[in-house]
Nanobody
Framework: VQLQASGGGLVQAGGSLRLSCAAS????????MGWFRQAPGKEREFVAI????????YYADSVKGRFTGSRDNAKNTMYLQMNSLKPEDTAVYYC?????????????????WGKGTLVTVSS
C-alpha cells in the first residue's frame, strides 16, 4: 500500500491550498480515509475523516468551516481543500487509510500512512 500526499507549500494567512493524496495497492473504496497533521513539537492530530463513499466527512473543530475533505474513488485520490489558512495550521499533513469499520479518529486507529507534505502559513 502506498499513500502519497502532495500540494503543500508556503502561503500567507488567509490564503488557500489544496492537498491531494494518491493511493495505490489497496481497494480504495474499501478504506476510510483521513487527514492528520503534526506541528513541530506537537503530537499528530486528526484533521478530517472521509467515509468510504465520500458521502460524509468528519472534521476537527479547529478546521471546521475552513477545510473541506473529499475523495474520488474512481481516481483512488483524496483531497483536502484548505481555505482561510491560519499560522496555527502550519504542520506536516499526512494522509492515512483505515480498513476497519470503527469511528475512531485517533492516529493509532489508521492502518496505513503516507509521507507527509509540509504546509507553512505565514502571518
Amino acid at each position: 500500500v502506498q499513500l502519497q500526499a502532495s500540494g503543500g507549500g508556503l502561503v500567507q494567512a488567509g490564503g488557500s491550498l489544496r492537498l491531494s493524496c494518491a493511493a495505490s495497492g489497496l481497494t480504495f473504496s474499501s478504506y476510510r480515509m483521513g487527514w492528520f497533521r503534526q506541528a513541530p513539537g506537537k503530537e499528530r492530530e486528526f484533521v478530517a475523516i472521509i467515509a468510504r463513499s465520500g458521502g460524509s466527512t468528519y472534521y476537527a473543530d479547529s478546521v471546521k468551516g475552513r477545510f473541506t475533505g473529499s475523495r474520488d474513488n474512481a481516481k483512488n485520490t483524496m483531497y483536502l481543500q484548505m481555505n482561510s489558512l491560519k499560522p496555527e495550521d502550519t504542520a506536516v499533513y499526512y494522509c492515512a487509510a483505515d480498513r476497519h469499520w470503527g469511528d475512531s479518529v485517533a492516529p493509532g486507529s489508521m492502518d496505513y500512512w503516507g509521507k507527509g507534505t509540509l504546509v507553512t502559513v505565514s502571518s
